[in-house]
């Protein structure tokens, strides 16, 4: 696979990661270790997550367990290009997606209900970044959705 590869964890000893979908009838299993966490501004990435950029881990060899649900998951393949994803038939959340032809698995970070102890490697197609993508840190933040004083 032509990409860059960032070890991130020092130990070697393969993890077991679970995750789920938003309605719960799907669950899934990861047993291995991620080999990079990517955020990626692709213009088919903001399409398919409705927000500024996907929040993606990859492994070359890991495995995927579907626990619960394997039916209810739905893969879909843009045509032409290598844009893939995978998600619930329900509730449509975003789910591990297993590329045959490019032999690895892509797993939607938000998919995980198991702490994820990487950081992102790397952020991808910038120069397709959202317009409205810029300065972030300077608008407020809060803790839960705001009240509005009547």
């Known amino acids: 696979m032509n990409r860059y590869v960032y070890q991130q964890e020092e130990d070697l000893v393969d993890k077991k990661y679970f995750g789920s979908c938003l309605c719960g009838s799907v669950q ?16 088919h990435c903001q399409k398919d997550t409705g927000s500024a950029h996907a929040a993606n881990v990859f492994s070359e060899s890991a495995i995927l367990t579907w626990r ?44 995980l209900d198991s702490i994820l102890n990487i950081r992102p490697s790397a952020h991808l197609f910038v120069s397709s970044k959202a317009s409205w993508e810029q300065d972030l840190d300077c608008i407020p933040n809060f803790e839960k959705l705001p009240v509005q004083n009547d």
């Open 28 to 43: 899934f299993e990861i047993e291995g270790n991620f080999d990079s966490f990517y955020l990626c501004h692709c213009k």
């Open 68 to 111: 619960k649900g394997k039916e209810c998951v739905k893969p879909y393949n843009l045509p032409n290009t290598l844009h893939s994803k995978s998600f619930c038939i329900d509730c449509g959340s975003a789910l591990p997606n297993q590329s045959e032809d490019l032999d690895f698995i892509v797993v939607p970070a938000g998919s």
